[in-house]
């Protein structure tokens, strides 16, 4: 099965700061794909980014990136010039195949980030 | 709006009782998927259908069931509750642009 770790609970930021966000995971597939979703005290689940495990290229999506170490088995993102909005839960998952076709998200334990004015 | 639709958002019921959960996917997602978050146990994965198919079972309990309609909406239901069912539950619907969860259900149980 495959596993997630997320291994700050909590991070503190100055406000303008970048941050990462870690993130290593464990799978023996060669094919997969790792997800970063934000979830602000609201309670919702906004999708922020992708990575294929095939992509040659870190993603981006304006100030997140995704610092891809496939070696390493680690996805940490990275936040630009964090912004007081930026506090919130963050949560790295993996897709997880499963028979026929099936498959499943498989989360971390979340980080919780607040920014700092 | 992600384009996910769950109602409702807010369910406060007693110990026993039976309620239901609905989510409408996204436009042209055949597929949804339920999850459970809980504060012990993070974000669990339910079960997952297919166009009205039941394709993946995960932490389900046999006191929930959950189907999906021709229409593509899925209900998740939930019965003889307990204390411990207390959670936020998501649906998701997954296809071209990946995987989008609707805005949960906050589900008390006192």
């Known amino acids: 099965a495959q596993k997630i770790t997320q291994t700050q609970p909590g991070m503190f930021v100055q406000e303008k700061e970048a941050v990462t966000l870690d993130c290593t995971y464990d799978?023996?597939?060669?094919?997969?794909?790792l997800f970063w979703y934000k979830q602000p005290s609201s309670g919702e689940m906004i999708f922020l980014i992708y990575?294929?495990?095939?992509?040659?290229q870190n993603a981006t999506e304006g100030r997140y990136s995704l610092n891809f170490q496939k070696a390493r088995k680690s996805a940490n993102l990275v936040i630009s010039a964090s912004q007081l909005g930026d506090s919130a839960m963050y949560f790295c998952?993996?897709?997880?195949?499963?028979?026929?076709?099936?498959?499943?998200?498989?989360f971390g334990q979340g980080t919780r980030l607040t920014i700092n004015p | 709006d992600s384009g996910v639709t769950q109602t409702p958002k807010h369910l406060i019921t007693a110990t026993g009782q039976r309620v239901t959960l609905r989510c409408s996917p996204r436009?042209?997602?055949?597929?949804v998927y339920w999850y459970q978050q809980s504060l012990d146990q993070g974000l669990q994965f339910l079960i997952q259908y297919y166009n009205g198919e039941e394709r993946a079972k995960g932490n389900i309990l046999e006191r929930f069931s959950a189907q999906q309609f021709p229409d593509l909406h899925s209900e998740l239901n939930l019965s003889s509750l307990e204390l411990g069912d207390s959670a936020l539950y998501f649906c998701a619907s997954s296809g071209r642009y990946g995987y989008t969860f609707g805005s949960g259900t906050r589900l008390t149980v006192v």
């Open positions: 990575q294929g495990s095939y992509d040659e």
């Open positions: 799978t023996s597939d060669q094919s997969y794909g």
């Open positions: 998952a993996m897709r997880e195949p499963l028979i026929q076709g099936a498959q499943k998200l498989v």
């Open positions: 436009s042209g997602d055949l597929s």
